[in-house]
């Protein structure tokens, strides 16, 4: 029994603790928040100011044409050129953020800037070495499964899919 016992401290020696992977998350998430951010604003400048200021003026001639209480601002701003503008923005900022979970992980370091930080590297368990793109690829999309189902569950939520939504609900606790 004591001998299992040390086995199994000595394999858990080789992975991080908790509260260095919670930092470690927190440090890439601001980053990655702070890439995201200044990605917006130089879009913002550059490309949106005079779309988002052609937008409201647009909705200026609606609301002086057809009146304030017969407008829809979600028809409207479906029914612009800008929807493909901000859909276009929002996948690049999305991509941004792929990138920089896909990239780190098989760079020289082996990890983000945050576990580099907090001393952590990311290694195949088996091999001990650097993993490669295909499964970093795998681990970021992966990840993203318990978001896209929570997102589905609270579409289904809205829709009052009651079914629907404990059948998600069982899926989440099972994931």
Known sequence: ??????????TQERF???HKRLLAYGIDNFLVLLLRYSF?????FIWFKSAFTEFGIFVEQQIATYGQDNLNIFH??????IK??????????????????????VS???SS???????????????????????????????????VINLVFLYFLYLKLFYQSCFLMFLVVMW
């Open 1 to 10: 029994m004591l001998n299992f016992l040390r086995k199994q401290k000595k």
């Open 16 to 18: 991080a603790p908790s």
């Open 40 to 44: 917006i604003l130089i879009c913002w």
């Open 76 to 81: 409207l701003f479906f029914g612009h050129d």
């Open 84 to 105: 493909n503008d901000v859909i276009i923005l929002l996948f690049l900022t999305f991509v941004i953020g792929s990138l920089y979970y896909i990239l780190m992980p």
């Open 108 to 110: 020289k370091y082996k």
């Open 113 to 147: 800037f945050g576990k580099y930080f907090m001393k952590i590297t990311i290694e195949d368990v088996k091999s001990m070495k650097q993993i490669t793109l295909q499964t970093s690829i795998l681990r970021y999309f992966v990840g993203l499964v318990p978001w």
